[in-house]
């Protein structure tokens, strides 16, 4: 397993158990989010250290310990996930800032290594979100909906669901069993940011025109055929959009017939990509699709 939390900021202290929470916030780690939270996770998969260490949660609770959760901070590590700003609960809503597969991905292998390193067993009592700490460690809670729905995946509702998912992926990486990281060129995975006024969406690569997406909506590359990208849409629709340009694509923009090289491929983006931490684009951006 590749490490994502460096060595630095696990103190050796006993630990009993790890809580995870969104911090219905933007995508990006605020002040208030440093100083609740040990670790957050940002949309792109970018991992952030909060404030507080881990030893001022560890036996008792010390000045300027992280207090994520009512009643049970002791000996808790707090990690989140930035995102779910403006989420509603029912019907549901992800909001402006929908919790993204790749910051997931990060976040569950964040915490499988906080679990390996403080030999925290995967239970529903001691690896869990903020929303199941009532029903799985009958501590109250107010009325916290928390992690509950994955917007890329509409099929898990519910607290427990979303634990068991997450107790799943961790066990199978503690097991060595979780696949492999998808890789580039193509940067499947990865996070696209549509930095186009308006970018038509597609029913296939040149296809028909289903609908648009706005500038700065943020969706999840599946991969890439020539100039188009198959994206999945915060609604959780697949859908393709002309792409591009970043040092991966400018061979398939250079072999695309249909594309007449009107401009140097470094000089049009309609989407910019990040994956992980990495941002592949320029920032240079021609507005014309
Ligand atoms: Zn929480």
Not at 45 to 74: E, F, M, Q
Not at 160 to 184: C, F, S
Not at 197 to 207: A, D, E, H, W
């Amino acid at each position: 397993m590749t490490s994502v939390i460096p060595a630095a900021w696990m103190p050796r202290v006993p630990m009993k158990r790890i809580i995870g929470h969104w911090t219905a916030g933007n995508h990006t780690a605020s002040d208030t989010d440093k100083r609740a939270y040990y670790v957050l996770i940002e949309g792109i998969g970018k991992i952030i250290r909060g404030v507080p260490s881990i030893d001022l949660n560890s036996g008792s609770i010390k000045n300027g310990y992280a207090a994520h959760t009512l009643n049970c901070n002791t000996d808790s590590i707090g990690l989140s996930m930035c995102c779910m700003a403006g989420a509603i609960e029912s019907p549901f809503s992800a909001g402006r800032a929908p919790l993204t597969a790749v910051q997931w991905s990060a976040f569950v292998r964040a915490v499988a290594e906080h679990a390996r390193f403080y030999q925290i067993p995967v239970t529903p009592q001691t690896i869990l979100f903020h929303a199941e700490v009532q029903a799985n460690l009958c501590i109250a809670q107010r009325a916290k909906w928390d992690v509950i729905r994955l917007p890329f995946e509409p099929s898990v509702v519910g607290a427990k669901e979303a634990g068991d998912k997450l107790r799943r992926e961790v066990a199978a990486l503690l097991a060595g069993n979780a696949p492999t990281a998808p890789q580039e060129p193509v940067p499947a995975g990865g996070i696209g940011r549509i930095t186009a006024p308006v970018l038509n969406t597609r029913n296939g690569p040149n296809g028909d025109v289903t609908g648009s997406l706005k500038a700065g909506t943020l969706v999840e590359v599946n991969g890439l055929d020539g100039v188009w990208l198959n994206v999945t849409t915060p609604a959780g629709f697949s859908v393709w959009c002309i792409a591009i340009t970043s040092p991966w694509s400018t061979a398939h923009l250079r072999s695309n017939r249909r594309s007449p090289a009107r401009t140097a491929p470094s000089s049009i983006a309609s989407i910019a990509i990040w994956t992980n931490s990495k941002h592949l684009e320029p920032d240079n951006v021609d507005h014309r699709f």
